[in-house]
């Protein structure tokens, strides 16, 4: 498990592309999982952890 400080998407989306497979915590937003390379959305989100999974994602795809 890596923790993040600060919320930074493209760092954490470098690490998640990086490792492919476990989990996050973002102080101030949660805790996350990551499976194949994309971070994967809660059960039941809430609009922060909705927003911050769509950004990462996005931040990885980008990096692609």
Same mark, same amino acid.
């Given at each position: 498990m890596r923790i993040f400080k600060c919320y930074s998407p493209r760092a954490i989306a470098k690490h998640v592309k990086l490792f492919f497979k476990g989990r996050i915590y973002i102080n101030g937003r949660g805790g996350y999982t990551f499976e194949h390379g994309k971070v994967v959305m809660p059960e039941k989100p809430d609009r922060v952890h909705s927003d911050t999974?769509?950004? +990462?994602?996005?931040? +990885?795809?980008s990096i692609s």
């Open positions: 999974v769509t950004e +990462i994602n996005r931040q +990885i795809s």
